[in-house]
């Protein structure tokens, strides 16, 4: 299987009433994004990508077993009254979610 085939997504948008420039900051500055997506969440706190005032991607994990790690993009798009539209696609890509087996399941035959 390929990573693309392992992987879920999940893509949602907001639209906000607040200037890009401000939601840019929002996501991008640490001590703003602590208050929505906190340091406990991501596995590192320095983003993976960084176009800045259109997207920003972090690698995050999860803080119990099985530990699954996904990356988190946030996309800011100007709206035409003056707000912006934020799509944040949230992606589990984790290698542990390859099967283990065929998905076959044996058929038993009696004697």
């Known amino acids: ?5 392992t992987a ?11 200037p890009p ?22 596995a590192d706190v320095e983003p993976l990508v960084c176009e800045p005032g259109k ?9 119990t077993p099985p ?9 800011i798009a100007p709206d035409n009254a003056g707000g912006t539209l934020l799509t944040i696609v949230h992606r589990l890509s984790d290698p542990r979610l390859q099967a283990a087996n065929d998905g076959f399941s ?4 009696a004697a």
Do not use: C, F, G, N
């Open 55 to 63: 997207t920003i991607h972090y690698r995050m994990r999860d803080d």
């Open 106 to 109: 044996p058929l038993m035959l």
């Open 8 to 18: 879920i997504e999940r893509v949602e948008e907001y639209q906000l009433d607040a």
């Open 67 to 75: 530990y699954l790690e996904s990356e988190v993009s946030l996309r």
């Open 1 to 5: 299987m390929s990573e693309a085939e």
């Open 21 to 42: 420039e401000k939601v840019w900051r929002a996501i991008s500055i640490a001590e703003y994004r602590e208050a929505w997506l906190p340091d406990a969440v991501l």
